[in-house]
């Protein structure tokens, strides 16, 4: 009995320790990461790619999402659109919203990936799902065009309807378009200008 009772309380000791050991890691990369966004808020993108690029390698989402946006815009590194798509991609993989919907954007770009249009609309339904306005403006003008989706107005007004209703203005624009024209839904003049004014209030030249 007693060495039975032994081997429990080792055993508890062992997953508190291993517990312990995974928090103490978890704050740690915390810190790291917010130290990292902080250098990159405050411009100094070589402490921030530091911090950004050994999270990232230890898997942090967060940090290759980071880390794929500076590679995307040469700060701190030589612009690589290669090197930004495969960070981004291994950010998206583990479900990083935005991530997701800028993967979308460089399949339909071709950027640091070969053009692909279906991928495209798979990255943006997985973001807009998630409920990112950009991806849900980007679906929307997918099935709106027929661009890697049948053409599909009915599903364009659902999710420009979503973007819309976040107070995203290109969205607004588009219900205001459809709804001028009828395109998946009944033609309402009324419906138009109500989208159009809050389209123009949010400085959408077009609208105003």
Known sequence: MWVH?????????????????LLLAATSASADFA????????????????EFKSLAQQ?????????????????GVVRDFSQSGRWVR??????????QFYLGLFFAKGLG???????????????????????QFSLG??????????RDYAQAMKWFGKAAL???????????VMYDKGMGVAQSRTQAVKWFGKAALKGHALAQ
């Open 90 to 99: 291994k950010a998206a993989l583990q479900g990083h919203v935005s991530a």
């Open 59 to 75: 898997g942090d989402a967060k940090a290759q999402f980071g880390l794929g946006i500076m590679y995307a815009k040469g700060q």
């Open 113 to 135: 990936v070969a053009r692909d249009i279906d991928q495209a609309v798979n990255w943006y339904r997985k973001a807009a799902l998630q409920g990112h306005v950009p991806a």
């Open 166 to 176: 976040k107070g995203d203005a290109l969205s607004q624009y588009s219900l205001g």
């Open 35 to 50: 130290a990292g966004a902080a250098a990159y808020k405050r411009g100094d993108y070589k402490t921030a790619l530091k």
């Open 141 to 150: 003008f997918m099935y709106a065009n027929g661009q890697g989706v049948a």
């Open 5 to 21: 009772e032994k081997m429990r309380v080792r055993q508890k000791t062992i997953l508190f320790l291993s517990l312990l050991s």
